[in-house]
Nanobody
Framework: QVRLVESGGGSVQPGGSLMLSCVTSGYTSSSGCMAWFRQAPRKEREGVAASWTGTTRTYYTDSVKGRFTISQDNAKKTLYLHMNSLKPEDTAMYYC????????????????????WGQGTQVTVSS
């Protein structure tokens, strides 16, 4: 059974930083795709960043480029999202997702590509 468990969310002022973690168990794909999505109230869930397991390839949505960094620690079976220069519009529930297929630059952001999801961790950016 695959489990993804997120942590690290919280409340922070604009300009602040947070690091999200996603610990995986039962997920064994050596070349799959792991990603972070987010969903704000009354909005669609959107892809934030993705990391192609076993490679150095990463992908980001335009609104977070230069501010967020996705990384994996395979030994710890953990996916991270380092978030800097946070803005109020980053406020959302953040979800970890895993796919048994590779990341494809043209569709890494599509929810339908991912087989497994975590329960989410809330990030609130407010003064």
């Amino acid at each position: 059974q695959v489990r993804l468990v997120e942590s690290g969310g919280g409340s922070v002022q604009p300009g602040g930083s947070l690091m999200l973690s996603c610990v995986t168990s039962g997920y064994t794909s050596s070349s799959g795709c792991m990603a972070w999505f987010r969903q704000a109230p009354r909005k669609e869930r959107e892809g934030v960043a993705a990391s192609w397991t076993g490679t150095t390839r990463t992908y980001y949505t335009d609104s977070v480029k230069g501010r967020f960094t996705i990384s994996q620690d395979n030994a710890k079976k953990t996916l991270y999202l380092h978030m800097n220069s946070l803005k109020p519009e980053d406020t959302a529930m953040y979800y970890c997702a895993a796919s048994i297929e590779n990341c494809y630059s043209g569709s890494w952001w599509s929810r339908t590509r991912y087989n497994y999801w975590g329960q989410g961790t809330q990030v609130t950016v407010s003064s």
